[in-house]
């Protein structure tokens, strides 16, 4: 079946110790997004790309960083994480030409010691 | 600017009574809407859409909603709610070429037995 999927589904790291979370897709969609949803609380968008194509939210902290090297894969870097960026951080897919359905996975939990 | 209002962050409903979700939208083009559902610590599956055509939707798990453009609204229902119901939903806008999805705050269905 085709998807979304993240590593890993709970990842635990230190204040300020860099993170990596990564997103992959079979569905051969051109746009990835990154949201970070924290409890009772919408997703929310920190960037997306199209393609390679990146596209920054305005808010989204400088401490957020993502690469994208290939159609399949997406990657979340967290700088320096602190305190505040324990969330779910989920990733999503659509197709351009569609009507805007996002395909998500399943996201990853994240917790800041 | 577009937005999505969805009326109550939490809704009880008893088993089998029927379920009614609001969600009203603001937009100056004709959008396309969506309801997601979200089961704890899970990621965002589409429950339905409306795009064009028939402005009553049927979607997964027996759920429908009713798009009326005279009322900006696009609200779900199910005549009988099942414990398995319980999660969070989310009512979501985009358009036409775009490649954002403004999401609603979500509404937390829960199932009383």
């Known amino acids: 079946d085709a998807m979304v999927i993240q590593n890993p589904r709970y990842q635990v790291t230190q204040f300020g110790k860099p993170v990596t979370l990564s997103c992959s897709q079979t569905?051969?969609?051109?746009?990835m997004y990154w949201y970070q949803q924290k409890s009772s609380q919408a997703p929310k968008l920190l960037f997306h790309?199209?393609?390679?194509?990146?596209?920054n939210e305005a808010d989204t902290p400088d401490n957020f960083q993502s690469r994208r090297p290939n159609t399949s894969f997406c990657f979340l870097d967290i700088r320096s994480p602190g305190l505040g960026d324990a969330a779910m951080y989920l990733c999503?897919?659509?197709?351009?030409?569609?009507?805007?359905?996002?395909?998500f996975g399943p996201g990853t939990r994240l917790l800041v010691l | 600017a577009q937005s999505v209002t969805q009326l109550g962050s939490h809704v009880s409903v008893s088993e089998g009574a029927l379920v009614l979700l609001r969600c009203n939208y603001s937009?100056?083009?004709?959008?396309?809407l969506f309801w997601y559902v979200q089961y704890p610590n899970q990621g965002l599956q589409l429950l339905l859409k409306?795009?064009?055509?028939?402005?009553l939707v049927k979607g997964i798990n027996g759920f429908e909603a009713e798009f009326k453009k005279s009322e900006t609204s696009f609200h779900l229902t199910k005549p009988s709610a099942h414990m398995s119901d319980a999660a969070e939903y989310f009512c979501?806008?985009?358009?036409?070429?775009?490649?954002?999805?403004?999401f609603g705050a979500g509404t937390r269905l829960f199932v009383k037995a």
């Open positions: 999503a897919t659509s197709n351009p030409r569609g009507e805007g359905t996002q395909y």
């Open positions: 569905l051969n969609h051109n746009v």
């Open positions: 790309y199209y393609d390679k194509d990146f596209n």
């Open positions: 937009s100056s083009v004709p959008p396309y």
């Open positions: 409306y795009t064009t055509g028939a402005t």
């Open positions: 979501a806008v985009s358009y036409t070429g775009g490649f954002k999805t403004i």
